[in-house]
């Protein structure tokens, strides 16, 4: 979950950015939870931006990224994960949402709800999961 997500919500974010926040404990936690830190491609990243995600449209043609089957909608600033990542996606958004409680629009609830759903835990994200332990 891009930092601006959780960010907006703080009243520090109110007075600039991730910069104003830098000495409020609530966003250092956020930022630094481990289980919203995922390795990622840096200029895929930077496209990503904090575009909410969507569901790809049929027939998309993912030529953007080489293989790498994802699309950034700059237009309507909207992003299209590739399937092995969309329920491990849904599940970070879900457990930031709880964990800090974290407003999520209702369109953006079903679709993680429904990312989750669709697409389960693998054994590599159960493992990752694992060994970040209790936070």
């Known amino acids: ?7 907006k919500h703080l009243v520090c974010w109110k007075k600039g950015d991730s910069k104003a926040c ?13 289980r ?12 990503r931006s904090n575009f909410r995600y969507m569901e790809s449209p049929r027939g998309l ?12 909608d700059f237009n309507n600033k909207r992003f299209c994960p590739a399937n092995y990542s969309k329920g ?6 879900l457990y930031m949402s709880k964990t800090y409680n974290i407003k999520l629009s209702d369109q953006e609830r079903k679709l993680m709800e429904a990312w989750d759903k ?4 693998s054994e590599y994200e159960k493992e990752v999961i ?4 209790d936070i």
């Open 88 to 93: 491990w996606i849904a599940r970070v958004y």
């Open 36 to 47: 919203n830190i995922v390795p990622a491609i840096g200029e895929i990243n930077g496209d």
């Open 1 to 7: 979950m891009p930092a601006q997500n959780f960010g």
């Open 118 to 121: 669709a697409y389960p835990m």
């Open 130 to 133: 694992d060994s970040i332990g």
């Open 22 to 34: 830098k000495d409020d404990p609530l966003f250092q936690r956020m930022e630094a939870d481990m």
């Open 61 to 72: 043609q993912y030529s953007q990224y080489g293989n790498c089957k994802v699309y950034t």
